[in-house]
């Protein structure tokens, strides 16, 4: 793949068909789910059913870039951290990957914070809004 290139889907209230359309859409390869607790009140965005919905996109699940913690700036110093976030862009330089969590806009997500990182480290970032 030419360039760093991340993206960004929240999976919000879309609908199955919507978000895998979208996936589509953008050749998407690889999932880095970053949700800490990677569960739904939508059946369809649980983990294991995620997976399987997913069919040839390859799902990678990243426990130690999910939110939910008190001071997220703070975390993405530790090693837990930072050890997942190398192993995300290994798999982004290989795949056109896109990061994915709850929220459909990455302002009210804590995936705001990575991606504003790889930003920095010369990425371009699509938000699939």
Not at 95 to 101: E, P, Q
Not at 107 to 117: Q, T, V
């Amino acid at each position: 793949m030419d360039g760093k290139i991340i993206f960004s889907i929240g999976y919000s209230n879309r609908s199955k068909e919507e978000f895998l359309d979208l996936l589509k859409e953008y050749k998407i390869e690889a999932i880095a789910d970053v949700r800490r607790f990677p569960t739904s009140k939508i059946e369809i965005y649980k983990k294991e059913n995620l997976k399987r919905i997913l069919d040839k996109i390859e799902y990678f699940h990243f426990e130690n870039l999910g939110g939910l913690r008190y001071d997220y700036a703070n975390w993405m110093e530790s090693e837990e951290w930072k050890k997942d976030y190398e192993k995300l862009k290994e798999i982004a330089e290989a795949k056109r990957t896109a990061i994915l969590c709850a929220e459909k806009k990455p302002a009210a997500c804590h995936r705001r914070h990575i991606l504003k990182k790889m930003e920095e480290e010369g990425w371009e970032v699509i938000n699939i809004i």
